[in-house]
């Protein structure tokens, strides 16, 4: 957390956001477990939006929508953790839809994303399962007109303005400086991957988007992992949240076969790749790498291989990111390299296999890579590259989510 925004937390400013339920509300008098649902229609919402929820594939709600929507509902405050495939995105979109009243032309809900790419899938989401509704979105991310963007959120022609605002933090913050979107009447603000979102790259404009909304809005943050930093900063501004939470060493998702190969040294790991590719039928998979060098040089290598891949890191314009992405989606490629830019939030469904080319830095960002695979309630095999220095970082993974990573056997194939 930055000094200034310590200094904004110790402000009369800062005051506000403590308690940032007015005094003339009333808190709910149960407890906070709301309980949960076992089937979509036991939501007391729309029943264009149930409707919308069905089309888009759901049967039967997942646990994070058992107990996620209804709290949202409630109008609470909320912290959900749930990892990566579990249908994380469908539990704030259907809350959040069942909190709008689309015979007001205003602006009512915010969702915040960290990156363009997982912006434009909550948008995708967004739109899917509120198409049968009356509710207008809007997207605000890099790469759309600024000029467009303004038109869109001042209501255009006909003047109807968007229900629903989905964006990244930086445009987001310059449409409100540019008074295009007016956050007076927003009851709702919801933060995926909201611990990467809290860290040092956000704060500051997550900070000042949060003080131009009134009081009377409610937070919902989602995430996979939270750590102690975590919630330290959300004491400061949060209203006594719902929080379901899981715990450490139940993250690791059901499904996913986890297995390392000892490669003993870097130079060993394109050949160990190239043999994994010989044996193994599978029709996607991601490979991550801890830098974009290295993911430029493994993309070169595989290409001059004759092996059809898609590569993806932060220091590519938005237009080349959103190509590689689509590539992938649509099956042009087979193979997707990526930096951990991709390791939060982006769902392909087909994906089965994640190969760690480098095993992460950052502890956390293991449980977003391997939840690449093994999407809700299907199988996926993640398999880590290991050299002689990264035997320690394994262990680590493996007490941090009390799981345990075997040596890649030769029948690992059977595994998919």
């Given at each position: 957390?930055?000094?200034?925004?310590?200094?904004?937390?110790?402000?009369?400013?800062?005051?506000?956001?403590?308690?940032?339920?007015?005094?003339?509300?009333?808190?709910?008098t149960?407890?906070?477990?709301?309980?949960?649902?076992?089937?979509?229609?036991?939501?007391d919402?729309?029943?264009?939006?149930?409707?919308?929820?069905?089309?888009?594939?759901?049967?039967?709600?997942?646990?994070?929508?058992?107990?996620?929507?209804?709290?949202?509902?409630?109008?609470?405050?909320?912290?959900?953790?749930?990892?990566s495939?579990?249908?994380?995105?469908?539990?704030?979109?259907?809350?959040?839809?069942?909190?709008?009243?689309?015979?007001?032309?205003?602006?009512?809900?915010?969702?915040?994303?960290?990156?363009?790419?997982?912006?434009?899938?909550?948008?995708?989401?967004?739109?899917?399962?509120?198409?049968?509704?009356?509710?207008?979105?809007?997207?605000?991310?890099?790469?759309?007109?600024?000029?467009?963007?303004?038109?869109?959120?001042?209501?255009g022609?006909?003047?109807?303005?968007?229900?629903?605002?989905?964006?990244?933090?930086?445009?987001?913050?310059?449409?409100?400086?540019?008074?295009?979107?007016s956050?007076?009447?927003?009851?709702?603000?919801?933060?995926?991957?909201?611990?990467?979102?809290?860290?040092d790259?956000?704060?500051?404009?997550?900070?000042?988007?949060?003080?131009?909304?009134?009081?009377?809005s409610?937070?919902?943050?989602?995430?996979?992992?939270?750590?102690?930093?975590?919630?330290?900063?959300?004491?400061?501004?949060?209203?006594?949240?719902?929080?379901?939470?899981?715990?450490?060493?139940?993250?690791?998702?059901?499904?996913?076969?986890?297995?390392?190969?000892?490669?003993?040294k870097?130079?060993?790991?394109f050949?160990?790749?190239?043999?994994?590719?010989?044996?193994?039928?599978?029709?996607?998979?991601?490979?991550?790498?801890?830098?974009?060098?290295i993911?430029?040089?493994?993309?070169?290598?595989?290409?001059?291989?004759?092996?059809?891949?898609s590569?993806?890191?932060?220091?590519?314009?938005?237009s080349?990111?959103?190509?590689?992405?689509?590539?992938?989606?649509?099956?042009?490629?087979?193979?997707?390299?990526?930096?951990?830019?991709?390791?939060?939030?982006?769902?392909?469904?087909?994906?089965?296999?994640?190969?760690?080319?480098?095993?992460?830095?950052?502890?956390?960002?293991?449980?977003?890579?391997?939840?690449?695979?093994?999407?809700?309630?299907r199988?996926?095999?993640?398999?880590?590259?290991?050299?002689?220095?990264?035997?320690?970082?394994?262990?680590?993974?493996?007490?941090?989510?009390?799981?345990?990573?075997?040596?890649?056997?030769?029948?690992?194939?059977?595994?998919?």
């Amino acid at each position: 957390m930055t000094d200034k925004y310590e200094e904004n937390l110790n402000s009369t400013e800062s005051e506000n956001l403590k308690t940032h339920a007015p005094e003339t509300e009333p808190t709910p008098t149960n407890k906070d477990d709301y309980g949960s649902i076992e089937l979509f229609d036991d939501l007391d919402i729309d029943e264009k939006i149930i409707m919308g929820v069905f089309g888009y594939g759901y049967e039967k709600p997942s646990p994070i929508q058992k107990r996620g929507i209804l709290p949202i509902l409630a109008g609470r405050d909320v912290i959900a953790q749930a990892q990566s495939g579990t249908g994380k995105t469908a539990t704030f979109c259907i809350g959040t839809l069942g909190k709008i009243k689309p015979e007001e032309n205003t602006t009512q809900a915010l969702i915040l994303a960290h990156t363009r790419e997982l912006a434009l899938q909550i948008d995708t989401v967004f739109r899917q399962i509120g198409k049968h509704t009356d509710i207008r979105f809007n997207l605000s991310v890099k790469g759309i007109s600024p000029r467009d963007n303004i038109e869109e959120l001042k209501g255009g022609d006909d003047n109807k303005k968007p229900h629903i605002v989905i964006g990244t933090p930086g445009r987001v913050m310059d449409m409100i400086r540019k008074n295009a979107l007016s956050t007076n009447n927003i009851r709702l603000l919801v933060i995926d991957e909201a611990d990467e979102m809290l860290s040092d790259g956000f704060i500051e404009q997550i900070h000042e988007i949060f003080v131009s909304l009134p009081q009377i809005s409610k937070t919902a943050l989602f995430s996979a992992t939270m750590n102690e930093h975590f919630f330290t900063i959300t004491n400061k501004f949060m209203n006594n949240p719902v929080k379901i939470l899981i715990k450490t060493e139940t993250l690791t998702l059901e499904g996913i076969k986890q297995f390392y190969i000892d490669v003993e040294k870097h130079d060993y790991k394109f050949d160990t790749l190239c043999d994994i590719f010989s044996v193994l039928t599978v029709n996607q998979s991601i490979i991550y790498c801890n830098s974009q060098r290295i993911v430029e040089m493994l993309n070169d290598k595989l290409t001059h291989n004759n092996f059809t891949v898609s590569y993806i890191h932060g220091n590519m314009t938005s237009s080349e990111r959103e190509l590689a992405i689509s590539e992938f989606r649509n099956g042009t490629s087979k193979v997707l390299i990526s930096t951990d830019l991709l390791g939060r939030g982006i769902d392909v469904q087909q994906v089965s296999v994640v190969i760690n080319y480098d095993v992460p830095t950052k502890i956390e960002s293991y449980i977003h890579r391997i939840g690449r695979s093994g999407r809700y309630g299907r199988k996926g095999l993640a398999i880590n590259f290991m050299t002689y220095y990264d035997k320690q970082k394994v262990e680590n993974i493996e007490k941090y989510y009390n799981t345990q990573i075997e040596e890649l056997p030769g029948n690992f194939g059977d595994f998919i």
